[in-house]
């Protein structure tokens, strides 16, 4: 059964850093693509970053860019969001979500349509 799992969200400072993860279970990163979207109250979900299942392609919404990198360990079949210099306009639930692609492919996208399994998020507070 495919399931994501996230974590390591917290309560961080303005120019704080998080590192979240995104453990992956019942398939294998290669056949698939990864996105990290965030959705804060009021506001609709938005894609922060995305990586292809061949691991050589990524993506990040401008708002972000600079800031935060996406990574993956194949080997712990686990995604990873490294977010520096958070700002408050930060605080969101982030979800990690997936779609199959072919074996090793550079496909990617920041939509969150173009994904069909999604995890449960985790929170992400920027605040003094």
């Known amino acids: 059964q495919l399931q994501l799992v996230e974590s390591g969200g917290g309560l961080v400072q303005p120019g704080g850093s998080l590192r979240l993860s995104c453990a992956a279970s019942?398939?294998?990163?290669?056949?698939?693509?990864i996105g990290w979207f965030r959705q804060a109250p009021g506001k609709e979900r938005e894609g922060v970053s995305c990586?292809?299942?061949?691991?050589?392609?990524?993506n990040y919404a401008d708002s972000v860019k600079g800031r935060f990198t996406i990574s993956r360990d194949t080997g712990k079949n686990t995604l990873y969001l490294q977010m520096n210099s958070l700002k408050p306009e930060d605080t969101a639930v982030y979800y990690c979500?997936?779609?199959?692609?072919?074996?090793?492919?550079?496909?990617?996208?920041?939509?969150?349509?173009?994904?069909?399994?999604w995890g449960q998020g985790t929170q992400v507070t920027v605040s003094s």
């Open positions: 990586i292809s299942s061949s691991g050589g392609s990524t």
């Open positions: 979500a997936t779609r199959r692609t072919d074996y090793l492919s550079s496909a990617y996208s920041l939509s969150s349509s173009w994904y069909h399994y």
């Open positions: 019942g398939f294998t990163l290669n056949y698939y693509a």
